[in-house]
C-alpha cells in the first residue's frame, strides 16, 4: 500500500516540477523515490499482516508486493537508461509524471481485489502510454502508433468492461472473493451469460498483454512509439498485465477452469506459433522484438492455463527475466539506433569490435531471451513449460518447444550481426558511465535470475 | 404500461444503432447516436436510476455529441477520402459480428430475470443511495480516478506544448 502511495506522490511531485523550478533535481528525486517504494514493499513483505484496505478493494499480499517491487526495479532500471531520451525531450517533467502514473496504474493491477480497481488500474496503466507513444508530434509514425493504441485500446477496454458487466450480473458482485464464494455454492447453475462474461473479459485482457489473435496493434505500435516507450511498454506492462490476470482468474474463475483453459490454449498456441514464425521475417530489430513480445505472451498463458501452486512464482520469474533481458536489448538498441539513425538487424554488424561491453550484453540478452542455459530466461521457460506439464498438458508444451526452437533462429540473428559480420566503420563507440553501469546491472542481473532461480521461485509458492 | 414504453424504447434504441452504423453519411450517424443515447436514458428513467440518466444526457449526448459534431464538421469528411475496405475484410467483420451475436443471443435467451442475485432495492439508482456507495464502499476507486484524471490532463499538456526542437 505504502508503495502505491510513494508512487502516486512522486507523479504527483514531477508534474509540479516544472512550476516549482526543480527540474533538475527531478532524475535524483525519482530514483531515491522509486528506492524508497521497493524499501517499503520490503518492509511490508518482511511483517505479513495483510488486510484488505478500502473495502476489499486493493489487498497486498505477498504476491502483490512481489510484482510491486520487479515493477519498481524494472522502472528503476528503465530510468537509468532512458535519461538521455528525457533530456532531450522539451516535456521532461510531463514524461516523468505520465511514466509515474502509468507505474501507479500497474501497482493497482497486482493487487486489486475487485473489478472496479482491475478497470481503473488497465486504464492507469494505458492512458500515459496512449500520449507517450505519440510524443513525436512531427513524426508520422509515432502520430499512428499513438492513435491505434488508442483507438484498439478503447475497443479491447469495452469488452473487458462489458464482460465485467455479465459477470456482475449473474453473481451480483464486483469482488473477487464474493465472486468466487458464489460460484462454489452455485455449482453447475451458473447462467450461460456468466461464461459469455469470461469470454469476453479473456478478449479485453488477451489484447493488453498482446496475445495473438489480439496481436495487431503490436508490431506498429511498438515500431511507431520512440524507442524508450517501447522498452516500457514490452516490460512493465507485460508485467502488471500479466499480475492482473492472473491474479483474476485464479482468485476468481478458477472453479470453473474448465469453461475457458481450453480458449486460453488455443490463444497460447497461436501466440507461439505466430510470433516466432514472424519474427524470422523481420529486418528490423524492433519489429522482430514485438513479435518476440508475442510469443512471450504465449508461453506466460501456459502458466495461466495450467493453474496450479507453482504458476504465480512462474509467472512471477519469467516476467521479471524478460523484462531484465529486454532492457538490456533496447538500452544496446538505442546505443545502435543513436549512431545509425536505423533499427535494422544489419546496424548491428561488428559491434564486438566497436564495443564489447554492449556486444557482450546483447549476447546474454538474446539468449535469455531465446532461453538458453545459463541464463535466467532459459530456467523460467524450464518452470512454466514444467508447471504446464504438471497440469497435465503435454502437447501444448511439445508446441512451446518446437517454437523455441524457431525463435532460437532469429535471436541468434543480432548475436552473429555484432560478433562475426564485418562492420562499415570500425570506430569505437564510446560509453557514458551510466550506460556502462546499467549494461553491467542488467546482464549480471540476467545471470543472477539463471544462477539462483530458486530464490524467486521460492518468494512465491 | 411501463411494459410497453420498455417495448418502444428497446425499438427506437435498436433501430437507430443500426441506423447509425448504416446511414453513410457522418452527420445522419451523429444524430442516430443521439437518438439511441436519449433512448437508453429512457430505459435508466424505467429502472428507477434518475441520476443516471440526467448524467447520461448531459455527458453523453450533450458534450460528447458536440464533439463529435465539431470533429466531423472541422474535418469535412467526403467520399473520396474514405478509404474503401476490402470485400475480405467486409466479410470477416461481419461474420465474427454474427457468431458475437448469437454468443449473445443464446447465453441470455434462457435466463429467467428473477433469479438474478443483482436485484437489490429498487431504491439503488437514486442519487441518495449512490452518494452513500460512492463515499463509502467505491472511495477509494473514486479517489484512485484522479489520478487517471491527472494522467490525462498532464498528457493534454504534453501534447499540446509546441516542441522547440524536433528531435
Given at each position: 500500500?505504502?508503495?502505491?502511495?510513494?508512487?502516486?506522490?512522486?507523479?504527483?511531485?514531477?508534474?509540479?516540477?516544472?512550476?516549482?523550478?526543480?527540474?533538475?533535481?527531478?532524475?535524483?528525486?525519482?530514483?531515491?523515490?522509486?528506492?524508497?517504494?521497493?524499501?517499503?514493499?520490503?518492509?511490508?513483505?518482511?511483517?505479513?499482516?495483510?488486510?484488505?484496505?478500502?473495502?476489499?478493494?486493493?489487498?497486498?499480499?505477498?504476491?502483490?508486493?512481489?510484482?510491486?517491487?520487479?515493477?519498481?526495479?524494472?522502472?528503476?532500471?528503465?530510468?537509468?537508461?532512458?535519461?538521455?531520451?528525457?533530456?532531450?525531450?522539451?516535456?521532461?517533467?510531463?514524461?516523468?509524471?505520465?511514466?509515474?502514473?502509468?507505474?501507479?496504474?500497474?501497482?493497482?493491477?497486482?493487487?486489486?481485489?475487485?473489478?472496479?480497481?482491475?478497470?481503473?488500474?488497465?486504464?492507469?496503466?494505458?492512458?500515459?502510454?496512449?500520449?507517450?507513444?505519440?510524443?513525436?508530434?512531427?513524426?508520422?509514425?509515432?502520430?499512428?502508433?499513438?492513435?491505434?493504441?488508442?483507438?484498439?485500446?478503447?475497443?479491447?477496454?469495452?469488452?473487458?468492461?462489458?464482460?465485467?458487466?455479465?459477470?456482475?450480473?449473474?453473481?451480483?458482485?464486483?469482488?473477487?472473493?464474493?465472486?468466487?464464494?458464489?460460484?462454489?455454492?452455485?455449482?453447475?447453475?451458473?447462467?450461460?451469460?456468466?461464461?459469455?462474461?469470461?469470454?469476453?473479459?479473456?478478449?479485453?485482457?488477451?489484447?493488453?498483454?498482446?496475445?495473438?489473435?489480439?496481436?495487431?496493434?503490436?508490431?506498429?505500435?511498438?515500431?511507431?512509439?520512440?524507442?524508450?516507450?517501447?522498452?516500457?511498454?514490452?516490460?512493465?506492462?507485460?508485467?502488471?498485465?500479466?499480475?492482473?490476470?492472473?491474479?483474476?482468474?485464479?482468485?476468481?474463475?478458477?472453479?470453473?477452469?474448465?469453461?475457458?483453459?481450453?480458449?486460453?490454449?488455443?490463444?497460447?498456441?497461436?501466440?507461439?506459433?505466430?510470433?516466432?514464425?514472424?519474427?524470422?521475417?523481420?529486418?528490423?530489430?524492433?519489429?522482430?522484438?514485438?513479435?518476440?513480445?508475442?510469443?512471450?505472451?504465449?508461453?506466460?498463458?501456459?502458466?495461466?492455463?495450467?493453474?496450479?501452486?507453482?504458476?504465480?512464482?512462474?509467472?512471477?520469474?519469467?516476467?521479471?527475466?524478460?523484462?531484465?533481458?529486454?532492457?538490456?536489448?533496447?538500452?544496446?538498441?538505442?546505443?545502435?539506433?543513436?549512431?545509425?539513425?536505423?533499427?535494422?538487424?544489419?546496424?548491428?554488424?561488428?559491434?564486438?569490435?566497436?564495443?564489447?561491453?554492449?556486444?557482450?550484453?546483447?549476447?546474454?540478452?538474446?539468449?535469455?531471451?531465446?532461453?538458453?542455459?545459463?541464463?535466467?530466461?532459459?530456467?523460467?521457460?524450464?518452470?512454466?513449460?514444467?508447471?504446464?506439464?504438471?497440469?497435465?498438458?503435454?502437447?501444448?508444451?511439445?508446441?512451446?518447444?518446437?517454437?523455441?526452437?524457431?525463435?532460437?533462429?532469429?535471436?541468434?540473428?543480432?548475436?552473429?550481426?555484432?560478433?562475426?559480420?564485418?562492420?562499415?566503420?570500425?570506430?569505437?563507440?564510446?560509453?557514458?558511465?551510466?550506460?556502462?553501469?546499467?549494461?553491467?546491472?542488467?546482464?549480471?542481473?540476467?545471470?543472477?535470475?539463471?544462477?539462483?532461480?530458486?530464490?524467486?521461485?521460492?518468494?512465491?509458492? | 404500461?411501463?411494459?410497453?414504453?420498455?417495448?418502444?424504447?428497446?425499438?427506437?434504441?435498436?433501430?437507430?444503432?443500426?441506423?447509425?452504423?448504416?446511414?453513410?453519411?457522418?452527420?445522419?450517424?451523429?444524430?442516430?447516436?443521439?437518438?439511441?443515447?436519449?433512448?437508453?436514458?429512457?430505459?435508466?428513467?424505467?429502472?428507477?436510476?434518475?441520476?443516471?440518466?440526467?448524467?447520461?444526457?448531459?455527458?453523453?449526448?450533450?458534450?460528447?455529441?458536440?464533439?463529435?459534431?465539431?470533429?466531423?464538421?472541422?474535418?469535412?469528411?467526403?467520399?473520396?477520402?474514405?478509404?474503401?475496405?476490402?470485400?475480405?475484410?467486409?466479410?470477416?467483420?461481419t461474420v465474427a459480428g454474427g457468431i458475437f451475436l448469437i454468443t449473445l443471443i443464446g447465453a441470455l435467451h434462457f435466463y429467467d430475470v428473477d433469479m438474478s442475485p443483482g436485484h437489490s432495492d429498487p431504491g439503488a439508482?437514486?442519487?441518495?443511495?449512490?452518494?452513500?456507495?460512492?463515499?463509502?464502499?467505491?472511495?477509494?476507486?473514486?479517489?484512485?480516478?484522479?489520478?487517471?484524471?491527472?494522467?490525462?490532463?498532464?498528457?493534454?499538456?504534453?501534447?499540446?506544448?509546441?516542441?522547440?526542437?524536433?528531435?
Amino acid at each position: 500500500m505504502i508503495t502505491l502511495f510513494i508512487i502516486s506522490l512522486l507523479g504527483v511531485i514531477a508534474m509540479l516540477a516544472e512550476i516549482l523550478k526543480f527540474k533538475k533535481l527531478l532524475a535524483p528525486l525519482t530514483l531515491l523515490g522509486l528506492i524508497a517504494a521497493m524499501g517499503a514493499g520490503v518492509s511490508e513483505w518482511n511483517n505479513p499482516v495483510f488486510i484488505p484496505v478500502f473495502n476489499n478493494m486493493l489487498l497486498f499480499n505477498h504476491y502483490a508486493l512481489a510484482f510491486s517491487i520487479s515493477l519498481c526495479l524494472v522502472t528503476f532500471l528503465w530510468f537509468l537508461m532512458a535519461q538521455d531520451y528525457l533530456k532531450t525531450e522539451t516535456a521532461i517533467t510531463d514524461h516523468y509524471a505520465l511514466i509515474l502514473f502509468s507505474l501507479a496504474g500497474g501497482i493497482v493491477l497486482t493487487a486489486f481485489g475487485n473489478m472496479v480497481m482491475l478497470f481503473l488500474g488497465i486504464e492507469i496503466l494505458s492512458i500515459p502510454l496512449y500520449i507517450l507513444a505519440g510524443s513525436r508530434k512531427t513524426d508520422l509514425a509515432s502520430n499512428e502508433a499513438s492513435f491505434k493504441y488508442f483507438l484498439l485500446g478503447a475497443f479491447a477496454i469495452g469488452f473487458l468492461l462489458f464482460g465485467i458487466a455479465l459477470i456482475y450480473g449473474a453473481t451480483g458482485s464486483f469482488e473477487l472473493n464474493t465472486i468466487n464464494q458464489y460460484i462454489l455454492q452455485h455449482p453447475g447453475e451458473m447462467p450461460a451469460f456468466f461464461y459469455a462474461g469470461i469470454l469476453l473479459i479473456i478478449a479485453g485482457l488477451a489484447f493488453k498483454v498482446s496475445a495473438a489473435p489480439f496481436h495487431f496493434w503490436t508490431p506498429d505500435v511498438y515500431q511507431g512509439a520512440p524507442t524508450m516507450i517501447t522498452a516500457f511498454m514490452s516490460t512493465i506492462v507485460k508485467i502488471a498485465a500479466f499480475a492482473g490476470f492472473f491474479r483474476l482468474f485464479s482468485t476468481c474463475f478458477v472453479s470453473v477452469a474448465d469453461s475457458w483453459n481450453q480458449l486460453i490454449g488455443i490463444l497460447a498456441i497461436i501466440s507461439m506459433l505466430l510470433g516466432n514464425i514472424t519474427a524470422i521475417r523481420q529486418d528490423s530489430f524492433k519489429r522482430m522484438l514485438a513479435y518476440s513480445s508475442i510469443s512471450h505472451a504465449g508461453y506466460l498463458l501456459l502458466a495461466i492455463l495450467a493453474i496450479n501452486n507453482h504458476s504465480a512464482g512462474a509467472i512471477f520469474l519469467y516476467t521479471l527475466a524478460y523484462a531484465v533481458a529486454s532492457i538490456t536489448a533496447f538500452a544496446v538498441l538505442k546505443k545502435v539506433y543513436a549512431l545509425k539513425n536505423n533499427d535494422l538487424i544489419e546496424s548491428f554488424n561488428g559491434l564486438a569490435k566497436r564495443n564489447p561491453l554492449l556486444a557482450l550484453s546483447i549476447t546474454i540478452a538474446m539468449l535469455s531471451l531465446a532461453g538458453i542455459p545459463p541464463t535466467g530466461g532459459f530456467f523460467a521457460k524450464y518452470v512454466i513449460f514444467n508447471t504446464a506439464l504438471t497440469g497435465g498438458h503435454l502437447w501444448l508444451v511439445i508446441i512451446a518447444v518446437i517454437a523455441s526452437l524457431i525463435g532460437v533462429y532469429y535471436y541468434f540473428k543480432a548475436i552473429i550481426a555484432s560478433w562475426f559480420k564485418p562492420a562499415t566503420d570500425e570506430n569505437l563507440i564510446e560509453l557514458s558511465l551510466q550506460d556502462k553501469l546499467l549494461l553491467i546491472i542488467t546482464t549480471l542481473l540476467t545471470l543472477a535470475i539463471g544462477l539462483f532461480p530458486e530464490f524467486i521461485l521460492n518468494l512465491l509458492s | 404500461m411501463t411494459l410497453y414504453l420498455f417495448y418502444f424504447l428497446s425499438f427506437l434504441a435498436i433501430i437507430s444503432a443500426l441506423m447509425v452504423v448504416v446511414s453513410k453519411n457522418p452527420v445522419n450517424s451523429v444524430l442516430f447516436l443521439i437518438i439511441t443515447f436519449f433512448a437508453i436514458a429512457g430505459h435508466y428513467v424505467l429502472l428507477n436510476a434518475q441520476f443516471l440518466a440526467a448524467v447520461h444526457i448531459i455527458v453523453y449526448a450533450g458534450a460528447i455529441m458536440v464533439l463529435f459534431l465539431y470533429v466531423i464538421m472541422m474535418m469535412n469528411f467526403s467520399k473520396e477520402s474514405e478509404p474503401s475496405k476490402t470485400k475480405l475484410s467486409q466479410i470477416v467483420a461481419t461474420v465474427a459480428g454474427g457468431i458475437f451475436l448469437i454468443t449473445l443471443i443464446g447465453a441470455l435467451h434462457f435466463y429467467d430475470v428473477d433469479m438474478s442475485p443483482g436485484h437489490s432495492d429498487p431504491g439503488a439508482g437514486l442519487v441518495g443511495a449512490l452518494g452513500k456507495v460512492l463515499f463509502s464502499k467505491f472511495l477509494l476507486p473514486f479517489e484512485i480516478s484522479s489520478l487517471l484524471f491527472l494522467a490525462a490532463m498532464t498528457g493534454v499538456v504534453l501534447l499540446g506544448k509546441k516542441n522547440n526542437d524536433n528531435s
